[in-house]
């Protein structure tokens, strides 16, 4: 991924970096929650719950931390995977954001959203994305 990047320019790649390590971790494992066992069948962390381990509830701020961030982008893919209609299809096009995120130095979350807004269409069943 920083390879994708080498020249960032803004702080949440960070994020987007910590997001995408977990969503393919998901993706591989086929479950949401990770490191269960690092945490003794506790879940490390969760991309299928909307509430992180502090109680709030995970929505995006600027200038989150990169972990923070990071789960809050996990969820967004893996709750968007569910609604898919053909979830290979989904994690590949979120591979080809990810790439082609990486033509923009100054590429932010915004940016992401706005990539894989545009590849949903016939991929995930017909409910509002934004």
């Known amino acids: 991924f920083h390879h994708l990047f080498p020249h960032a320019i803004n702080d949440e790649i960070g994020g987007l970096n910590e997001g995408f390590a977990d969503y393919m971790a998901n993706i591989f494992l086929d479950t949401p929650k990770l490191g269960l066992v690092m945490m003794h069948g506790k879940s490390l962390r969760d991309s299928s719950e909307q ?59 915004h940016d992401f959203k706005i990539k894989m807004l545009e590849r949903l269409p016939g991929i995930v069943s017909d409910v509002d994305l934004s």
């Not at 989150?64 to 979830?87: C, N, P, Q, Y």
């Open 51 to 109: 509430v992180d381990k502090n109680g709030k509830l995970k929505t995006y701020e600027p200038g989150m931390e990169v972990h923070d961030l990071g789960e809050r982008i996990s969820l967004a893919l893996w709750k968007t995977r569910e609604m898919s209609l053909d979830k290979t299809e989904f994690d590949r096009l979120v591979i080809d954001a990810v790439v082609d995120l990486g033509q923009n130095a100054y590429a932010s979350v």
